[in-house]
């Protein structure tokens, strides 16, 4: 698929840029960049996400991303997990 210029290679700067990525390959991401685990809950998995995300910015304060993803963000013991918003 294309990708634009200023997105390639960001996530060596700390960024992950999307263009209407499943939200499964958004967490699967997020899992491998900040270290702990975070999923998309059944029936999420497959809405998909468009824009960047600072990987610093959503490992200090995961409950950004219920706001940028329009969903709600379940934190426990084994990591977070992506949830529909009641």
Do not use: K
């Not at 468009?50 to 959503?58: A, K, Q, S």
């Amino acid at each position: 698929r294309t990708v634009a210029t200023a997105d390639v290679g960001s996530w060596r700067e700390g960024r992950l840029a999307y263009d209407d990525a499943p939200l499964a390959e958004v967490a699967a991401d997020l899992s491998r960049e900040t270290g702990r685990r975070v999923v998309a809950a059944p029936g999420l998995t497959a809405r998909t996400f468009r824009g960047t995300l600072d990987v610093e910015t959503v490992r200090t304060r995961p409950a950004l991303l219920g706001t940028l993803l329009d969903v709600t963000v379940r934190q426990d013991a084994e990591g977070w997990t992506l949830e529909p918003r009641r």
